[in-house]
């Protein structure tokens, strides 16, 4: 049932980006919708099925761009590498830090593609590279919140209806 | 002395003989009353009038309620109607537009001396740092890697990834880009790059050619993916460093890659296919 619902949000997740979002923020583009998807698998999810269904995302989005593959797995998985061991260090159940997590998640994203980019000099110059920054930066701190609370809450709302089928529940 | 009833009687004969005495005289001579009538004329009839009008605004209000009621009712039909009518108009504008931009595409398609086909933009590269375009057609329909994809104002991009019946492409301004291209009017030689903020490099053009703004960068023909001739962009910025080898040369690419919704696609053209004029 699970891997229903992780296979919804990412056919739906990258319906929004691909096709949706291009027709508003054609230029900057907005930040990865998959960030806040990433940060629910790492926080809520068992190891194991986030870590599966982080990869299948990652394998998505790499399908969809145009980026070297491999990119957004990488990025992906580095972001719920690092989200699981900072819930094992630090508290961070508060609501409060989601708006900082989101910008770190988006950061660590743009950092990946700006350290292919870089290389090569055509990253479309400092001013490019900042204003992208900026705008992706300003809607992951502003809307990343909302997109995992949205999906916290349509998981509970799955789990009340089917079940946990190929993966076994955390115990908490 | 009289009584009661003896009284009655008498003023109710009166009254009769009077009447019928004044009745006589009055159907005798028409107008020997017109006095009084005239008389009563002014003091009546403002009443009558206030009752007329009365009357009639009752009687108005009441026939224009029920007219208002049909009124609404007409009204919400109407609106509906003009609603319908928008989404058609609208409708026939956005057939209007893309039967432009098919017509366009039609004539630009017997510019080119090779097979093409057309495709529908479905989707974009979800990542700001990549540009690339997702189109309705796939390896079904003759698609593969390597085909270049145009519109009737220039080079579009390239395909990258095919499936079945979707496939990607690969636009001019990706950084991962590359064009073999001539400057029209001097014809140096160079590469067109994309660098990911809308625009294009031409790269490995020597300072000895001579290129100015406004110049127009046509496909060389000899990657042997684009056909000779193609329109890429234009010459925005041109820097000769001293001391170097080649000139630092800025290009604006003709096609508009944030309007793109319909593209052609070169599946097969001959080793020397050149776009006619």
Partial sequence: MNCLFHVFFAVLLSGVQVAVIPAFFSDTGMYDLFIPYIFFLAFSRPFLEGLAAGCGMGLLSDSLSAAPFGLYITAYLWFFFLIRWGLTVLQINSRMFLPPVMILGVLGEGAVFLADALPGGRSGGLHHVLRIFAWQLFWGGLTGPFVFTAVSVFHRKWKRGGGNLLFPERVH | ?277
Wanted: charged share 25%.
């Fill in chain 2, 1 to 277: 002395m009289f009584s009661k009833r003896t009284l009655l009687i008498l003023f109710l004969l009166t009254s009769v003989s009077l009447n019928a005495v004044i009745l006589f005289f009055s159907l005798r001579h028409p107008g020997a009353f017109s006095g009084a009538e005239e008389a009563v004329f002014p003091v009546t009839a403002p009443f009558q009038e206030l009752a007329n009008m009365l009357i009639d605004k009752s009687r108005r209000c009441w026939r224009d309620y029920f007219y208002l009621v049909s009124v609404g009712e007409e009204n919400l039909r109407l609106k509906k109607e003009l609603g319908r009518a928008e989404e058609t108009r609208n409708r026939c504008t956005e057939l209007e537009l893309a039967n432009q931009r098919f017509r366009n595409l039609l004539r630009f398609r017997r510019k080119i001396d090779s097979r093409v086909l057309a495709a529908e933009v479905i989707g974009k590269d979800p990542s700001p740092w990549y540009r690339s375009i997702i189109i309705n057609k796939g390896e079904k329909d003759g698609l593969r890697k390597s085909f270049p994809v145009l519109v009737p104002e220039g080079v579009v991009g390239v395909v990258t990834n095919v499936s079945a019946h979707y496939a990607r492409v690969l636009l001019l301004v990706d950084r991962n880009s590359a064009v073999d291209a001539l400057v029209q009017k001097s014809r140096a030689r160079g590469i067109v790059r994309g660098d990911s903020a809308g625009a294009c490099i031409y790269e490995y053009v020597l300072l000895r050619h001579e290129v100015e703004i406004g110049d127009t960068v046509v496909s060389s023909g000899l990657d042997g993916v684009f056909p000779k001739g193609l329109r890429v962009g234009e010459v925005t910025d041109v820097v000769r460093r001293t001391g170097g080898i080649f000139q630092e040369i800025k290009v604006k690419p003709y096609a508009d890659f944030e309007k793109l919704e319909e593209v052609i696609v070169v599946i097969h053209h001959p080793p020397n296919a050149e776009v006619l004029p």
